[in-house]
């Protein structure tokens, strides 16, 4: 059964935008490839990880988000769980509520179990999905706008349950080409009027109703496979990215943001990037 917790408010997100506060992450302690499920993964996979470097990097990041305001909150890790670092893909928070995920791939179910204990010891509000599979890479929250990829781990059934919880939001569905897994790898909000996007991702349709509503920033081809679109806000236009998106940065700075390089660039190796490795349980506009 679904439930909501009956606590005090700890948790509250509106935007991807405001002041971030509290997030969590999970260091990449057994990270590895063992079922390639994304097209980096393919990639990389004779490379593999090398998890010394990443727990480096992922160390580097916490400090960063630190030294900038953020209190960070690490869940426990499990050996059995290969992808755990990617924690916004197990939640999201939308208002003062933490959605707790239900996962697409079989190698990353029973992470959300993690999640939901550490959400009970805190004393948070969640709410556990169960209709259909979604992960929070697909969920971007722009005050009451919610834009909701549509791919393999995402499903119609899954957002039109968000629809029925969320009845006072404009809920849009946004398909992409699926080999780019989330839709935070091919578009994400920064502002409420400006938002960066990796454009042959969308049909027409799709790109008509993102630009009638943001302007829009062209991450290329070669740093979407950076996951250029896949930076942090912290808020005040202040965002983390990876210094080798030299264009992306570039672009965010000449459009007044503050661009903080953080190199984790052996974490990206499985497909995901600061969005992908952070879950915001608290912002403040």
């Known amino acids: ?7 005090t408010l700890k948790a509250s997100c509106n935007t991807e935008y405001d002041t971030l506060r509290k997030v969590v992450l999970c260091k990449p302690s057994y990270m590895k490839i063992r079922e390639v499920i994304n097209e980096t993964q393919k990639h990389f996979i004779h490379d593999n990880i090398n998890i010394e470097l ?18 960070v909150s690490l869940l426990p890790v499990q050996q059995k769980f290969p992808e755990q670092v990617f924690t916004r893909d197990i939640g999201f928070t939308i208002n003062e509520t933490v959605f707790i995920s239900e996962m697409g791939q079989h190698i990353r179910q029973g992470e959300e179990q993690i999640l939901k204990e550490w959400l009970k010891e805190n004393e948070m509000n969640y709410y556990d999905l169960k209709e259909g599979s979604i992960e929070g890479g697909d969920v971007i929250l722009d005050q009451k706008t919610l834009w909701i990829g549509v791919s393999d781990r995402t499903s119609k059934e899954a957002i039109e349950q968000m629809q029925k919880l969320l009845p006072n939001f404009q809920i849009t569905a946004v398909p992409f080409e699926e080999k ?8 994400n909000v920064l502002s409420a009027n400006e938002a960066l996007i990796f454009s042959p991702a969308f049909q027409e349709k799709e790109l ?9 920033i062209e991450v290329t081809r070669e740093e979407q496979f950076t996951l250029g679109t896949n930076i942090l806000s912290l808020g005040n236009k202040t965002v983390v990215s990876l210094p080798i998106n030299k264009k992306v940065n570039k672009q965010l700075r000449e459009n007044g943001y503050h661009v903080i390089e953080v190199d984790i660039s052996e974490i ?3 497909g995901g990037s600061f969005r992908c490795i952070t879950l915001p349980i608290f ?3």
């Open 283 to 285: 912002r403040q506009n």
């Open 208 to 216: 008509e109703v993102l630009s009638s509503r943001y302007h829009l």
């Open 180 to 187: 780019y897994l989330h839709l935070d790898c091919v578009f």
């Open 268 to 270: 990206i190796k499985s």
């Open 1 to 7: 059964m679904s439930k909501m917790t009956k606590q």
């Open 54 to 71: 990443a727990n480096l990097q992922h160390e580097n990041l916490r400090k960063a988000l630190e030294k900038h305001g953020v209190e």
